[in-house]
């Protein structure tokens, strides 16, 4: 049996458009790519919208889920550290805080709601016949039902790709995968390639994507919602999808998450669409390490207002430790924001002498630095500039303090004694390119409600 241990992280979603003209993926790659919607997992044109709950009942559960995920991020890169890089272990939460996908498999195609995560490489969708599997709205997908299906060998390289300890094969030598998740979710089937059809938002035309790795899960459970039907990996391993279509897209992609109020959607891109350029981008490396899927930056410190922060600050010390490359990952399910517990304990005692505010406790708990909101409605703090290597990233107030009870705003970064992460809150209104053959991630400020 082949093992592949993932975490889970972004989520993402197309609207499906009609009247639609197929294009292949060169010909759309010469048109400028293609690019689709994101939709938050929150938001009203999400399947796991839930109208009964408030604006602050949903964005605590985000916390939760983001607190949930930075455990299970954290796990997968301690154990990654003491394996080889072609095995790693990762845990996942449950669906945790950010977008949905829906795809088309096969030929003829079949719709797919799934969670696409650039902390995952393998996709996988539940098939028949299913010995076991979660609970789902929509039919299973049917592998004898398509022209295009093709089981994958197993001495094939794409098998091997799956970071096994040693493959199993079927009774016809097909590859066999095992997914196995931190809180006990599980994904076991075929490894197959197939026809992939992405709708395109932006024009009336929908791309293929042929000779897709992915694997058809017949036996799967756990924490997964009975709206979606799998996952689709946006990691940098060898066999996700932005690594299989590398070549053709050349190896771009890119997003722009609206602000959490914005009525519009989010979106995605692959190939020239994704490229981010302009007098104000600022861009940082990606750095190389185990596991390969996490997207590793440098930061060199944060910034309040004209005090520096730096990363290699030694508390209780007048010296400094050399910075570490690839000490934080730019993450897209994640919501907060965690920065190591010394360098979070500058930034809170620096913002605390710099607000003139009433402090007060967050009633659920979670945050360290809360006020209460002036009467006026507005909450003035110093800017906060996150100063990765080559680019220096300044966060809007918006997403830096948020209100997270009636008349309570709070600091939305977090102390982690272990990996620290970038989440998507502070992501929100930049365009973020991925330049995975220059090793690279652009930051350009904009408003994404706005067509890009």
């Given at each position: 049996?082949?093992?592949?241990?993932?975490?889970?992280?972004?989520?993402?979603?197309?609207?499906?458009?009609?009247?639609?003209?197929?294009?292949?993926?060169?010909?759309?790659?010469?048109?400028?790519?293609?690019?689709?919607?994101?939709?938050?997992?929150?938001?009203?044109?999400?399947?796991?919208?839930?109208?009964?709950?408030?604006?602050?009942?949903?964005?605590?559960?985000s916390f939760r889920r983001s607190i949930s995920r930075h455990s299970a991020l954290s796990l997968a890169h301690s154990k990654s550290a003491s394996k080889s890089p072609d095995l790693f272990e990762a845990t996942l939460t449950s669906i945790g805080g950010a977008y949905l996908m829906k795809i088309n498999i096969g030929t003829p195609p079949v719709e797919i709601l799934a969670i696409a995560d650039t902390g995952s490489d393998l996709t996988w969708t539940q098939c028949v016949p299913c010995a076991q599997?979660?609970?789902?709205?929509?039919?299973?997908?049917?592998?004898?039902?398509?022209?295009?299906?093709?089981?994958?060998?197993?001495?094939?390289?794409?098998?091997?790709?799956?970071?096994?300890?040693?493959?199993?094969?079927?009774?016809?030598?097909?590859?066999?995968?095992?997914?196995?998740?931190?809180?006990?979710?599980?994904?076991?089937?075929?490894?197959?390639?197939?026809?992939?059809?992405?709708?395109?938002?932006?024009?009336?035309?929908?791309?293929?994507?042929?000779?897709?790795?992915?694997?058809?899960?017949?036996?799967?459970?756990?924490?997964?919602?009975?709206?979606?039907?799998?996952?689709?990996?946006?990691?940098?391993?060898?066999?996700?999808?932005?690594?299989?279509?590398?070549?053709?897209?050349?190896?771009?992609?890119?997003?722009?998450?609206?602000?959490?109020?914005?009525?519009?959607?989010?979106?995605?891109?692959?190939?020239?669409?994704?490229?981010?350029?302009?007098?104000?981008?600022?861009?940082?490396?990606?750095?190389?390490?185990?596991?390969?899927?996490?997207?590793?930056?440098?930061?060199?410190?944060?910034?309040?207002?004209?005090?520096?922060?730096?990363?290699?600050?030694?508390?209780?010390?007048?010296?400094?430790?050399?910075?570490?490359?690839?000490?934080?990952?730019?993450?897209?399910?994640?919501?907060?924001?965690?920065?190591?517990?010394?360098?979070?304990?500058?930034?809170?005692?620096?913002?605390?002498?710099?607000?003139?505010?009433?402090?007060?406790?967050?009633?659920?708990?979670?945050?360290?630095?809360?006020?209460?909101?002036?009467?006026?409605?507005?909450?003035?703090?110093?800017?906060?500039?996150?100063?990765?290597?080559?680019?220096?990233?300044?966060?809007?107030?918006?997403?830096?303090?948020?209100?997270?009870?009636?008349?309570?705003?709070?600091?939305?970064?977090?102390?982690?004694?272990?990996?620290?992460?970038?989440?998507?809150?502070?992501?929100?209104?930049?365009?973020?390119?991925?330049?995975?053959?220059?090793?690279?991630?652009?930051?350009?400020?904009?408003?994404?409600?706005?067509?890009?």
């Amino acid at each position: 049996m082949a093992f592949y241990y993932s975490p889970l992280s972004l989520i993402l979603a197309t609207l499906l458009l009609s009247s639609t003209s197929l294009i292949s993926l060169c010909e759309a790659t010469k048109n400028g790519g293609v690019t689709v919607d994101l939709i938050h997992r929150d938001s009203p044109l999400s399947p796991f919208y839930d109208p009964s709950t408030t604006h602050f009942e949903r964005l605590r559960s985000s916390f939760r889920r983001s607190i949930s995920r930075h455990s299970a991020l954290s796990l997968a890169h301690s154990k990654s550290a003491s394996k080889s890089p072609d095995l790693f272990e990762a845990t996942l939460t449950s669906i945790g805080g950010a977008y949905l996908m829906k795809i088309n498999i096969g030929t003829p195609p079949v719709e797919i709601l799934a969670i696409a995560d650039t902390g995952s490489d393998l996709t996988w969708t539940q098939c028949v016949p299913c010995a076991q599997c979660y609970k789902q709205k929509a039919p299973l997908f049917d592998p004898t039902k398509t022209t295009s299906y093709r089981s994958v060998s197993c001495t094939s390289q794409q098998c091997q790709s799956l970071g096994a300890e040693g493959p199993s094969c079927d009774k016809s030598n097909g590859c066999l995968y095992q997914v196995r998740y931190g809180d006990r979710s599980y994904s076991n089937g075929n490894l197959a390639v197939e026809t992939f059809t992405f709708d395109s938002s932006t024009s009336n035309e929908s791309v293929v994507f042929p000779k897709v790795v992915f694997g058809c899960g017949h036996n799967n459970d756990g924490t997964f919602n009975e709206m979606g039907t799998g996952i689709v990996g946006l990691g940098g391993g060898a066999v996700s999808i932005v690594r299989q279509l590398e070549t053709t897209i050349g190896g771009k992609f890119s997003y722009c998450l609206t602000a959490l109020d914005s009525k519009s959607s989010s979106k995605i891109s692959f190939g020239p669409n994704a490229i981010v350029m302009g007098p104000n981008v600022s861009s940082t490396p990606i750095v190389q390490k185990s596991p390969d899927t996490f997207y590793y930056l440098t930061l060199d410190g944060v910034s309040v207002g004209n005090e520096a922060l730096a990363y290699n600050y030694i508390p209780n010390s007048n010296s400094k430790a050399s910075i570490k490359e690839g000490n934080i990952i730019i993450d897209s399910g994640t919501t907060l924001t965690f920065l190591p517990s010394f360098l979070y304990e500058e930034l809170e005692s620096t913002l605390e002498k710099s607000i003139s505010g009433n402090r007060v406790s967050d009633p659920q708990g979670l945050f360290g630095l809360c006020y209460e909101l002036p009467s006026t409605e507005k909450f003035n703090a110093p800017p906060i500039i996150a100063h990765f290597t080559g680019a220096d990233v300044e966060l809007t107030q918006e997403s830096t303090f948020l209100e997270v009870e009636k008349g309570v705003v709070c600091l939305t970064f977090m102390p982690s004694q272990d990996l620290a992460i970038f989440g998507n809150l502070h992501q929100m209104n930049f365009l973020i390119g991925y330049d995975l053959e220059n090793h690279k991630v652009g930051f350009l400020p904009t408003d994404c409600s706005r067509p890009q």
